[in-house]
């Protein structure tokens, strides 16, 4: 949640706390400058002469008192660096960067000169509000409010002043909108998994959707069993809150024949590893084994927001992997809703399962045109790339190349990883059709062999990807952007893509 207000207008407002002035290289100064300078009568000329740490760098950034009878308390000075290199995304980082100061200074309300001589001012302050947005997020539903003295200060009100306030206002409002499906893609994944066990999570998908004009259909165990979707089943069947499978449609271009895109996700709303149980240590973190899921929820919210116009579908998978008397064995062979059989070699590689039937689903039903998964599939993941890049599989150049630019263009970065037929082939079984675990590569190379189970259940000739998502969806450190744990990865550059490439004007 964010109870921020941003605004946008030619003229400054009134009695806002402190005032924002940007500064490039060298502490060249914005044209705003020389205007507020004169009102305090030569004050910032005079701090800026004898700041000594202070160079305009990109991310500086410098708070100090306005002297008495000024119209503001502070002034905050914030480096934007080269003039010349100031792109969209590092306008975003420097508004997250300027959200975590102002909070750590208490500042609740701000105002913002805009250099009006910059070529893309609009766009800028947009950005700039938007990456504000962003990093405003926080997730205090489970924490008794403090009141008075002890109550936290952060910024609640930021307000922009520019000529070009009414493109950015138009450029905010769509970003917002984008960054409002971020804002339930982390409170999803922040959720407690008590709080959000499959049948609870499909509920609140529909509840949060609805609103929006997204048809949601959700399957029962009992429906899924009639399908026979064991692979899911499996996957729930030691947990005494069944699987779910949630179905969205965002229908933004009824006059269109195309298929429509597929988003698939992995939501195990808790991954114990099941009789394969994983290590006590760090287990709660697998609360987040759902933010694929989320990440697919999320983008729909984003896209029905801003009436995207294009038709999706959007499937997520629900499932809590528990041990019990009832879960499923290391060594269980079960039937797929693909009619493949899988023996289940390792428990706790269930979220393959998990797609797998999501997969088989979607094709048949829907016949995309496009198939992108999210999953917080593998720990390997994270032993490749850590927390910085998002491994993505694909066969498909042009696919690839599409979201590897979203994926600049937003700053969620992917990484291409081989999709290679051996892994595949590794993937098949000795007594079944497929295994769920490599016995050959055993973990090497364990979220190649991953994507090798999954590619099973694709049909042939339809562009897929694969984002294993492990690594990006919960970081426990603050970045520009995201504040620690959900991070609301997937939403922006798949929103991205979609808007650059897969939407009709
Ligand atoms: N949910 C985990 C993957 C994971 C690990 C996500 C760390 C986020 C952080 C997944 O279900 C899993 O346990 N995968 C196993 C697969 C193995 C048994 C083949 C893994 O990565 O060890
Ligand atoms: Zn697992
Ligand atoms: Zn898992």
Redesign the pocket.
């Known amino acids: 949640m964010s109870n921020l207000s941003v605004t946008f207008s030619k003229a400054p407002g009134k009695e806002h706390e402190a005032a924002i002035l940007g500064f490039y290289k060298d502490k060249e100064r914005c044209s705003s400058f020389e205007s507020l300078n004169y009102d305090l009568q030569g004050f910032l000329d005079h701090a800026l002469e004898h700041n000594k740490k202070f160079k305009g760098k990109y991310g500086d950034i410098e708070i100090f008192m306005a002297p008495e009878n000024a119209p503001y308390t502070y002034i905050v000075l914030l480096g934007l660096g080269d003039k010349d290199e100031l792109k969209p995304s590092s306008a975003e980082k420097a508004g997250g960067k300027l959200f975590a100061a102002l909070k750590s200074a208490n500042i609740t309300t701000a105002e913002f000169y805009i250099d009006n001589d910059l070529s893309s001012s609009g766009e800028f302050a947009a950005n700039l509000a938007n990456g504000f947005y962003l990093r405003s997020y926080d997730f205090e539903k489970y924490k008794t409010p403090k009141e008075g003295n002890d109550k936290p200060l952060k910024p609640e009100k930021l307000h922009f002043v520019l000529f070009d306030s009414d493109k950015a206002q138009k450029l905010y409002d769509v970003f917002a909108k984008i960054s409002d499906g971020v804002f339930l893609c982390r409170d999803l994944v922040n959720e407690p998994p008590n709080a959000l066990v499959p049948d609870i999570y499909a509920k609140r998908i529909k509840e949060e959707l609805k609103p929006y004009g997204v048809e949601v259909d959700i399957l029962d165990e009992k429906r899924m069993h009639k399908f026979g979707m064991g692979a899911i089943l499996s996957v729930g069947q030691g947990s005494a809150n069944p699987p779910r499978m949630v179905i969205m449609r965002w229908i933004g271009d009824r006059d269109s024949n195309q298929e429509p895109l597929a988003f698939v996700g992995k939501g ?1 709303t808790f ?1 114990t ?1 099941g009789i ?1 149980l ?1 290590p006590a240590a760090g287990m709660e ?2 609360k ?2 759902m933010g694929g899921s989320a990440a697919v929820v999320g983008l729909m919210k984003a896209l029905a927001g801003r009436k995207a116009k294009t038709n999706v579908i959007g499937i997520v998978g629900l499932a809590e992997n528990m041990p019990s008397g009832t879960a499923t064995r290391p060594a269980d062979i079960i039937k797929s809703y693909s009619g493949k059989t899988i023996e289940v070699l ?1 428990t ?4 393959r399962l998990v797609l797998a039937d999501c997969l088989s689903y979607v094709q048949e039903r829907y016949n995309p045109r496009l198939i992108i998964d999210l999953a ?5 993941i ?1 032993v490749a790339l850590g927390h910085e890049y998002c491994g993505t599989f694909t066969t498909d150049d042009a696919l690839w190349d599409h979201l590897n630019k979203a994926g600049e263009e937003t700053g969620e970065k992917l990484w291409r990883m081989p999709l290679d037929e051996y892994w595949k082939k590794d993937m098949e079984g000795t007594i079944s059709d497929i295994q769920n ?1 490599s016995q050959k590569s055993g ?1 090497w190379a ?1 979220s190649c062999t ?1 994507a090798g189970f999954l590619w099973h259940f694709i049909k042939e000739d339809t562009p897929w990807a694969h984002m294993d998502i ?1 690594g990006t969806a ?1 970081i426990k450190e603050d970045r520009d952007l995201t504040p620690k744990y959900g991070t609301g990865f997937g939403v922006r550059v798949l929103d991205r893509m979609i808007a650059n490439f897969y939407e009709n004007a």
């Open positions: 195990v991954d590893g394969s994983k973190d697998m987040m084994d390792n706790d590689a269930e979220g917080t599939l593998t720990g390997a994270l675990m973990r364990g991953a492990a919960w």
